[in-house]
């Protein structure tokens, strides 16, 4: 894979364009009785969690399969409806947007912030060709002309790496590498700022996920985009970011700078990750840190850390208090009572 360029991976502290302060999002437990329903409880998918991104900066959210990195994502979009937190765009606040349903404000930020699916199969409609799906934006929107709507699909193709020609085609008609094209030309139709993209290669093979990836980082380059960037794969995180956030369980473990991430990672679970990414060197293998046991219930979360019951370096304080996530160095933040 191709090493990232020094323009790309230079970090800044501008005013952040997103906000994220407190994040919930819950979902009630329910018991079905013969008359009603009976609310016994809630899962908390995510947990109280705060970030922010920057103009032009990449920042990717980490974790096993179920830590909460796509619900936190479909909040923010207000995809799904936050349970509480302060979500903002700039000067703008989402959630008050979205509460207050006036459809100008409400596609104004739309404009603003787009989502590119993981299943590239699945986001398209079968039914209709390229052509109606990159116009169907411009249609809802009203960001271009009628007549210009042909040299504005046209000119998406190109951008993302496809023939003109490819407009009047089927979804079933492409690979998946192109799928995800076609997405990300979605996506940039309306001339987005912000991009979420929700593990947009790991449904793709090996090689095309390098083209994706490298078409990701030049788009940012081109187009100035901020990416909140979703994935398990720490080796295209690796590539693309600027910081990374590592959640367990609905929490945010550990955030800050990549390189010091993946050179000194302080908590176990980020430690762990970054240990299991293969090496493709038979004559440099590295010792893995397994994570011993099963990922606790989201019914029934642990007290105090929530990674204490699978730590290796768990202490009496972790199962009774909840650590803070605190930067010493101001930068690299860890939720961690006995840090590495």
């Known amino acids: 894979m191709i090493e990232p360029t020094l323009a790309l991976r230079q970090h800044s502290t501008p005013q952040p364009l997103l906000t994220v302060d407190g994040l919930v999002k819950s979902y009630p437990l329910r018991r079905r009785g013969l008359f009603r329903q009976t609310v016994t409880g809630e899962i908390r998918a995510v947990n109280d969690i705060s970030f922010s991104v920057a103009a032009g900066e990449t920042l990717s959210i980490v974790g096993e399969s179920g830590c909460g990195k796509t619900t936190a994502a479909r909040a923010i979009l207000h995809l799904v409806e936050p349970t509480a937190g302060a979500i903002r765009l700039g000067e703008t606040d989402i959630r008050a947007t979205f509460a207050e349903d006036r459809r100008p404000d409400v596609l104004a930020l739309r404009r603003q912030m787009q989502y590119v699916f993981q299943d590239p199969y699945l986001s398209l409609n079968p039914r209709w060709s390229v052509r109606q799906i990159l116009t169907e934006p411009l249609r809802v929107h009203g960001h271009a002309p009628r007549e210009d709507w042909d040299a504005t699909v046209e000119s998406l193709l190109e951008r993302v790496g496809l023939p003109p020609d490819y407009a009047d085609r089927y ?24 991009l979420i993209c929700d593990e947009p290669v790991s449904s793709l093979d090996v090689s095309v996920r390098a083209q994706v990836l490298n078409l990701l980082a030049d788009l940012q380059e081109d187009l100035g985009l901020s990416y909140l960037y979703i994935s398990h794969d720490l080796s295209s995180v690796r590539f693309l970011s600027n910081r990374i956030a590592v959640m367990y369980l609905g929490n945010l473990v550990e955030i800050g700078e990549v390189d010091e991430i993946f050179a000194r990672p302080r908590h176990h679970y980020t430690a762990a990750l970054i240990s299991a990414i293969p090496v493709p060197d038979p004559s440099n293998q590295t010792q893995r840190q397994a994570i011993q046991g099963e990922v606790p219930s989201v019914v029934r979360r642990p007290s105090g850390c929530v990674f204490h019951t699978r730590c290796p370096a768990a202490l009496p304080v972790c199962s009774q208090q909840i650590p803070p996530l605190s930067a010493p160095d101001g930068t690299h933040g860890f939720a961690c009572h006995n840090p590495r």
């Not at 590498?177 to 001339?191: F, S, W």
């Open 171 to 194: 979804p079933h008609e492409f690979s998946g590498g192109q799928r995800q094209r076609i997405g990300i030309a979605r996506a940039l139709a309306v001339e987005p700022r912000l």
